[in-house]
């Protein structure tokens, strides 16, 4: 017992350092790139960008060198643009988790053991898997009634696994959380803990079971759409048995026409159908890339993979509504006060900028004509905003926009004329009326604001009173709040101390210099150690510039 108690003590800390080996090694690429003076020819903003692509596709070659655990928290990161940069998450969002598959009889025995007796009832199990994945693969087979099926199994000895690698995650979180910069408005333990409690979830089959199930009676009255029914009898933690649902890939154009199916009706289908989950029942599929979608003999949309859902609130729902009417106005303050209720802009920030960069973003994406990549537009303008400022958008949000930019592209690849925003019009309307704004909620909001005001202009006499009173006392103090003058000045005087830093380096080096080329060279050692500081504090001066200058990035382009 001991023995293998060691066995298993060795890997689990090979495994715990090639982790961290990552880890260190990202770091110190990440504080690399972040020095101007590493960038031949000068750091440019298409240098920079280039770098950073090449570090996102890094990272995710890493990911899918480390395996399970890491492929699935990449692909949650990937629904976090306010922790990474739009780069990083574009790349992330395209992780597949495409892994050999294990050997058949380790499949054979997982069945085994998860089914016991019932095994029985299962005849013609294919060898070959129709795909493998980081966390299981499928087989198709035959029951004795004759239906045809397909079994999800679990890859053997991933829990164990998944416990080592989350477990080491939660040091990592911790790390990053004290460090002085990628800290600083990040709560990377919580978002670790997030993600462990997802990712253990997403090891228990039994809910994706029950996921398929609700997702199905959703469109069980809907003859476009069909979902695999569950065989319950023979599901288990590790083992998911569904409905084989054979279909044409729904990307596939030429496949298709070759069977008679217009592709532009079942572009049509897909985005109407993702509307319905969205705007009817609030809860979505939220991984509909083209591997979990295909189309049937009879022109049907056939979902697939019920691993990762979304759930929309009911106050979410009525929140977003109201986003939704306040964006077809192209009312920016409230779209704002909408997004600060939310929880989308944190609280105590300047909502001058704010509602400029909103305003800029509608008049942007939704004036017509409108171009046929609205919303991967959209959405990316939203991370490009959402990184480095004050918003936090809720996840279920980010997979809205994900899965609604996923079926653009499809939409487009299926049909060039295909337009998500015609589409959606008449669904956003239920959309918009369910989040207060019916005809007796209208009456009712209008007599509150009616009352509101008659109640403020009865008080005005006393209020004048009184603030003529305290001028005359002396006591009365004016407050003048001033954001953009604030934020100006602020940037003006790092801008000076960092002209004072640069006169200071200059007179250094000269100093060094001088005393180089006299009688006693080494006295050119104290300029040097002294400029070792100043040139720190300067790199930093620099850092702040750059950062405060993206929000002003923004509004000037507006102007």
């Given at each position: 017992?001991?023995?293998?108690l ?22 110190v ?39 399970s ?7 949650l990161?990937s ?9 990083w ?44 994945a ?12 004759g ?17 080592l ?5 939660q ?41 398929a ?7 069980l ?49 897909g ?17 509909p ?41 192209r009312d ?85 004329s ?73 940037r ?68």
């Amino acid at each position: 017992m001991a023995g293998r108690l060691g066995g298993a003590v060795v890997p689990s800390a090979l495994r715990a350092l090639r982790i961290w080996r990552a880890v260190l090694t990202l770091m110190v690429l990440l504080w690399w790139d972040g020095r101007r003076w590493t960038y031949p020819g000068g750091c440019t903003p298409e240098r920079r960008e280039a770098r950073q692509q090449r570090r996102a596709r890094w990272l995710t070659a890493e990911l899918l060198a480390l395996g399970s655990a890491f492929i699935k928290l990449g692909q949650l990161l990937s629904a976090r643009p306010d922790v990474l940069p739009a780069g990083w998450v574009a790349e992330l969002a395209d992780l597949q988790d495409r892994v050999p598959p294990f050997p058949f009889d380790r499949a054979q025995a997982v069945l085994e053991e998860e089914l016991g007796a019932r095994c029985a009832e299962i005849i013609d199990l294919d060898e070959q898997p129709l795909g493998a994945a980081s966390l299981a693969q499928v087989h198709r087979a035959s029951l004795r009634s004759g239906r045809q099926v397909v079994l999800k199994i679990q890859r053997p000895g991933l829990e164990r696994v998944f416990r080592l690698d989350l477990e080491v995650m939660q040091q990592v979180a911790a790390v990053l959380q004290r460090h002085p910069s990628w800290g600083r408005g990040r709560d990377w333990v919580a978002i670790a803990q997030e993600c462990r409690r997802v990712l253990l979830r997403e090891l228990d089959f039994r809910v994706e079971a029950q996921y398929a199930a609700r997702f199905r009676q959703q469109f069980l009255e809907d003859p476009r759409i069909r979902v695999p029914g569950v065989i319950w009898e023979l599901s288990s933690r590790r083992v998911l048995c569904l409905d084989y649902l054979p279909g044409t890939k729904v990307n596939d154009r030429e496949a298709l026409l070759a069977a008679g199916i217009d592709p532009a009706a079942v572009a049509e289908i897909g985005a109407a159908s993702y509307l319905q989950q969205l705007v009817r029942y609030g809860f979505f599929h939220a991984d509909p890339h083209p591997g979990n979608l295909a189309v049937a003999s009879d022109g049907a949309l056939i979902y697939y993979d019920f691993g990762m859902m979304g759930l929309l609130s009911d106050g979410l729902r009525r929140r977003l509504g109201a986003m939704v009417r306040a964006a077809a106005t192209r009312d920016a303050s409230a779209l704002v006060s909408e997004m600060q209720a939310a929880g989308v802009i944190a609280g105590g920030v300047d909502l001058g900028p704010v509602r400029r960069l909103v305003r800029l973003m509608l008049q942007e994406a939704l004036t017509p004509p409108f171009t046929a990549n609205v919303i991967d537009k959209l959405s990316g303008d939203l991370y490009e905003l959402v990184y480095g400022q004050p918003f936090r958008l809720p996840v279920e949000l980010i997979f809205v926009m994900r899965a609604l930019s996923t079926f653009e592209g499809v939409g487009r690849s299926l049909d060039p004329s295909f337009s998500l925003v015609a589409i959606a019009k008449p669904y956003l309307l239920p959309l918009m009326s369910a989040s207060g704004s019916g005809p007796n909620d209208l009456f009712n909001e209008l007599g509150r604001q009616v009352g509101a005001l008659s109640s403020r202009a009865a008080g005005i006499p006393r209020r004048l009173d009184e603030s003529l009173e305290r001028l005359e006392q002396g006591d009365l103090q004016l407050q003048i709040r001033m954001g953009e003058s604030d934020r100006q000045f602020r940037r003006m005087v790092t801008a000076q101390h960092a002209v004072g830093q640069s006169v200071l380096l200059g007179s250094l080096a000269l100093a060094a210099a001088l005393l180089g080329a006299g009688p006693r060279p080494l006295w050119a050692l104290l300029p040097l150690a002294a400029a070792v500081p100043v040139g720190s504090g300067w790199l930093r001066l620099q850092i702040k510039l750059r950062r405060d200058g993206r929000l002003e990035s923004f509004s000037s382009s507006e102007r």
